[in-house]
């Protein structure tokens, strides 16, 4: 995505990845609809009005907007019980750093996550991108951290190829790098229910 003054273009996404970046949701949430709304990619143009730069919270509503008119989407929310991690203190302890950041950053790569100045429900988001299944923050911690996470989990693939990669897995990571545990438990999530959509044709 990319974005110059009231100006943002998305360009390649799915529909299924533009649902996802419009309501802030992840792919577990997201169902119904046929099969390419996960496959056929897009290219979309917004424009806001005026002549200022829209914040999320306005670009967001701009796409939902923009999917609602061009792909004629109709979508209702429902609670599901769904299989969720929940993110606990280890018996070890929090092994967190007190942030002294002025903002909130995030870099991930292959084998490596870090984030500074984040609330522990932010982690818990993230890790949730990473595990592809809703983690719930449980720590009962407050204020804002930096924290390092390195696994071959963290866009390896190894967790679905089931490859023998040398290091530590997420879990384990988490638990000895950052004094957390993920529990498997099951728990209500919102998710986003597809009603009716078309292909959208072009401009």
């Known amino acids: 995505m990319s974005q110059s003054g009231p100006r943002a ?39 806001a009005e005026g002549d200022a730069t829209p914040g999320i919270t306005e670009l967001r509503k701009m796409l939902q907007s923009l999917l609602a008119e061009r792909f004629e989407l109709k979508l209702h929310s429902e609670t599901k019980e769904m299989r969720v991690y929940l993110m606990e203190p280890a ?26 100045k984040a609330t522990p429900a932010q982690m818990a988001a993230l890790l949730s991108s990473v595990l592809n299944r809703p983690v719930l923050d449980r720590t ?49 999530i919102e998710t986003l229910i597809v009603d009716h959509v078309v292909k959208a044709l072009g401009n």
């Open 9 to 47: 273009t998305f360009t390649g996404y799915t529909l299924n990845g533009l649902i996802m970046y419009a309501y802030d949701v992840r792919g577990y949430q997201v169902s119904g609809g046929p099969g390419w709304m996960g496959s056929d990619t897009y290219t979309i143009a917004a424009k």
């Open 91 to 116: 018996k070890t302890g929090l092994k967190l750093t007190a942030s002294k950041a002025p903002r909130t950053t995030m870099s991930m790569g292959p084998g490596h996550l870090t984030m500074g």
């Open 140 to 188: 009962g911690a407050a204020g804002e951290f930096d924290f390092v996470l390195d696994s071959p989990d963290i866009m390896t693939g190894r967790m679905q190829s089931g490859e023998d990669v040398t290091g530590p897995s997420i879990f384990t990571a988490v638990e000895e790098q950052l004094g957390l545990k993920l529990e498997s438990s099951k728990g209500p």
